[in-house]
């Protein structure tokens, strides 16, 4: 195993043991058939304050004796479970992600890498953009919702009434606030899109159930727009996945499927099953998508003629946040569309139960 | 029949805004300027409907409707929450907690809240 084949090095460092492993930026344990340690490389060490003396060849529960090692034992066992990047506080501003690596040999466990990467950065990062975002979405949001209700109220003649000329301007300076409103809201969701690209809690989820849920919070809507929408369940196989931002992504699409199709209209959802993987797709007699605005439906902000016509609030942001979403997950999104016939869009998401089917790149 | 409305909003714009459109539609309403206040204001006056603000001085929107809910004569009168907090988070989080809806201040008229109150009690 390369990992451990210390290689000397000749010159200035004559006599110092060089492990590849050290090279790693994140902390590496590896245990053996019997889950005890064999390896901690330099990360590790500094990271756990521990000495290859103090822990070499002993097995995983009696390291529980480490503090700092404690919470990682803990949440591993001691059969040291396979975990995906597994978040782990260790202390209150030291938190990590543990993933562990089963290495076979002929389908038996021959060895099993831990590896352990430091996340309080990111976390400390996320946290403070989450805040901003709040922040940001209150401040500018009061007053341009004072001026959008004086502006209205001015509008409604509950002041007084108002010659034409007065309610022209009135009229333009509530368009240009809505602006700022629309403006404001995007700047949110871009925030929360730049956030969707790390994916976070990945679960089995039973995405039928989602879909479900999708329409039940619609039913409102559904109802009134008189739109006669069919969902034919399979029992499609739980997929890993995170799961609220699968619903973004579907409630996205959904969501145009019910704006779009006119009252009357039908929304059909089909599920396909493989052993690979889910497709779902959603098929809407709706307005449709010009053959000119294809090639954009995926790009930030874009919005087609049609659909502006019908929606002018619309962001442009569903679908790109929803692609970007979808692709995360190691999945695909297209549609067929035509003019005033319909559209139907198709999600296929990859079954993924067992870990070490992940593209390893996705890991970090 | 709703015809009285409790407001709890912290801002004295937005609050009088919409107590005067309230007003001018025919409801009564009172109006609470922080959490405490508003707590209080259920229990005396009991409202037909609360709107309610989620980020006020003390306690916060999410707590008066926690309080409201622990209540059984406070639970049944229905709370519509006014904010300008628009994460899922914390739309899940209210209509879980038990509000009729969440709308956002931004993005809604006086006139279109007043459509709202109508068509809840239409239903």
Known sequence: MFFKKKRKIKGPDIGRNISLTDYLSDALLVFDSKNRLVLANRKAKEMFGIKEDNVLGKPVLELSRFEKLLPVINALGGELKIAEKEPVTIAKNFIVEVTTVPVLINKARANTLAIIHDVTGEKLSDQMKSEFVTLAAHQLRTPTSGIKWSLQALLEGDLGPLNDQQKEIVKTANETNNRVIGLVNDLLNLAQIEEGKYLRNRALNNIEDIIESILERNRQRIIKKKIYVQFNKVNAPKILMDKERIDIALTNIIDNAIRYTASGGKILIDILASSQEVEVRIKDTGMGIAKGDQSRVFSKFFRAKNAMKVETEGSGLGLYMGKNIIEAHGGKIWFNSEIEKGTVFHVIIPIKKKFGEFIPSSLY | ?123
């Open chain 2, 1 to 123: 029949m709703i015809n009285k409305i409790l407001v709890v909003e912290d801002d004295k714009f937005l609050r009088e805004l919409i107590s005067h459109k309230l007003k001018s539609e025919g409801y009564l309403v009172t109006e609470a300027i922080d959490g405490e206040q508003g707590v209080e204001k259920v229990k005396k006056e009991m409202p037909g409907l609360v709107l309610l603000d989620l980020i006020l001085p003390g306690i916060d929107g999410f707590e008066v409707l926690a309080k409201m809910k622990a209540d059984p004569e406070l639970a049944k009168i229905p709370v519509i929450i006014l904010s300008n907090l628009g994460q899922k988070d914390d739309i899940d989080k209210a209509m879980e907690m038990g509000a009729t809806d969440y709308l956002i201040k931004a993005h809604k008229s006086p006139a279109e809240i007043v459509e709202k109150i109508r068509s809840m009690t239409a239903e």
